[in-house]
Nanobody, 126 residues
């Protein structure tokens, strides 16, 4: 089993920055893609960003390209999401997810991911 715990959410104003962190524990996660998703009430969970096992590839949703940056530190079993120039439409619960397949892919559909964190709320006021 793997446990994922997100931290770093909060209430900020438009234009501000936040850095989300995801700590993995239980089993080594160094070989697997990890991604960030977000969800608002009444909507499906949507892909935000992902990173392959060694950071060699990253991917971003069009809505966040140029503003968000994903990174990971395998020595610490951590994944990060630096969010700059936040907009009210970025308001959501953000989830960290782990794909339990040792392939160099970044799926954008939630059902490709086996492990999920509990989520952290990000609220951006206008």
């Amino acid at each position: 089993q793997v446990q994922l715990v997100e931290t770093g959410g909060g209430l900020v104003q438009a234009g501000d920055s936040l850095r989300l962190s995801c700590a993995a524990s239980g089993r080594p996660v160094n070989s697997f893609t990890m991604s960030w998703f977000r969800q608002t009430p009444g909507k499906e969970r949507e892909f935000v960003s992902g990173i392959t096992w060694n950071g060699g590839r990253t991917d971003y949703a069009d809505a966040v390209k140029g503003r968000f940056t994903v990174s990971r530190d395998n020595a610490k079993s951590m994944v990060y999401l630096q969010m700059n120039s936040l907009k009210p439409e970025d308001t959501a619960v953000y989830y960290c997810a782990l794909r339990w397949k040792p392939v160099v892919e970044i799926p954008i559909t939630p059902n490709e991911y086996v492990y999920w964190g509990q989520g952290t709320q990000v609220t951006v006021s206008s």
